[in-house]
């Protein structure tokens, strides 16, 4: 088990491409730390470069304080796990699951009761004999797993390790895969495309755009208070509200209605400046009644969420959007009012939070 640190980490591709900016890292050792971020933003070019497939062009890689920055990937002690598995197709469960020790020369007795040892964990010993090919998606990814595990590595790589599963069994294997790694406490870096998926697992988690890490924290920290409107915009099954607004006295004028300060923000704004109204669909309610501190409209989309719906409002031509609980959805055409939660809304100035 071991930290991970990057300082000043930087990797530009042949031909120009800087794919990571600088960047400064500290992963506690035992951490579930999640990368989330859009496509070409650096996740993969993050991982790799930790596991040493890529050089760095600059900076430097520490695991457990180790400098591995010029060491290649099978001197660093970590293992990763692609999103395809990478699983060898003409060997059968056993050994693919001790390749690793075969190349670390373990004779092959022990590697047989190693693997044998972390396949029950997995729930795989009645796979053994099988090849990838005989396996569903769900029992290749826990091969894959276990061969993550039978490497005793002081660190865990994923990229994208679920993307290839249903959404049930995505769902099973998330729980399944946190709580694995709670029991062996490893070091666990995870890159996904899912937020759903970070906010679920991850200990901390760092959101990033084009080489830069542009938040780090707890997934309550990101959700609930996004640092800039970037991670604000990114963030959410249904994307955050960011209105244009101008601070008016003691009050908000946004999408042409009188708005409360936001508690985070107040005592820190100036009469006239321009700011950003961020406020999270799920944190406003809804009234077909005019409300005090209401943002009123048209309501002129209703989409089914399931339990709820999202209920888009044409607010003096701009578009607010507030989730209703399932069975006090409005009809398009209606008038309707979205109150924000004071608690909840956020400010933005120059496009970073204002707290
Ligand atoms: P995705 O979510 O789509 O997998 P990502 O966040 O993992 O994307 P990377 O794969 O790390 O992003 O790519 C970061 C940037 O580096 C992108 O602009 C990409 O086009 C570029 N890039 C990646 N690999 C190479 C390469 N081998 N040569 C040149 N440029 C590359």
């Known amino acids: 088990m071991a930290a991970i640190e990057l300082r000043g980490l930087t990797k530009v591709y042949p031909g120009g491409v800087k794919a990571l ?17 859009p496509s070409g933003c650096g996740k993969t070019t993050l991982l790799r470069t930790i596991a040493g497939l890529e050089a760095a062009s600059g900076g430097s890689v ?58 029950a964990r997995l729930g795989l010993e009645h796979l053994m004999d099988r090849r990838p090919g005989q396996l569903s998606g769900g029992q290749q990814q826990r091969v894959a797993l276990a061969r993550v595990m039978a490497t ?42 899912d937020q759903a998926e970070a906010l679920a697992m991850a200990d901390r988690m760092a959101v990033m755009e084009a080489g830069h890490i542009r938040q780090i924290g707890t997934p309550a ?10 991670v604000a915009g990114f963030i959410g099954s249904t994307p955050m509200n960011l209105l244009d607004g101008v601070v008016r006295g003691d009050t908000l004028e946004v999408a042409g209605c009188k708005v409360a300060v936001p508690a985070v923000a107040e005592g820190r704004l100036s009469d006239g400046e321009k700011i950003v109204y961020g406020v999270r669909p799920e944190y406003m309610t809804y009234s ?24 888009t409002l044409d607010v003096n031509d701009v578009i607010v959007q507030t989730v209703v609980p399932e069975g006090s959805e409005p009809a398009v055409g209606d008038d ?3 109150v924000p939660r004071r608690d909840r809304a956020l400010v933005y100035r120059d496009g970073e939070l204002v707290s």
């Open 21 to 37: 900016d600088a960047l400064d890292l500290v992963i506690p050792d035992g951490e579930f730390f999640a990368l989330l971020g």
């Open 62 to 119: 520490l695991i457990g304080e180790r400098d591995v920055t010029g060491t290649q990937p099978g001197g660093r002690d970590v293992a990763m796990v692609f999103q395809d598995y990478a699983l060898f197709p003409h060997m059968d469960v056993t050994d693919n699951i001790a390749y690793p020790l075969r190349i670390k020369k373990v004779d092959k007795a022990t590697r047989r009761d190693k693997a044998a040892e972390v396949a």
């Open 152 to 193: 005793q590595a002081q660190a865990f790589l994923f990229d994208e390790p679920l993307s290839n599963l249903d959404a049930r069994l995505r769902l099973e294997a998330r729980t399944f895969l946190k709580k694995l790694q709670r029991e062996l406490g490893v070091t666990t870096v995870f890159v996904t495309h």
């Open 221 to 230: 920290e990101v959700f609930r208070r996004p640092a800039n409107t970037f």
């Open 288 to 311: 077909g009644e005019p409300a005090e501190g209401g943002m009123g409209g048209k309501v002129a989309i209703v989409e089914n969420l399931g339990a709820s719906h999202l209920v």
């Open 336 to 338: 309707g009012y979205a």
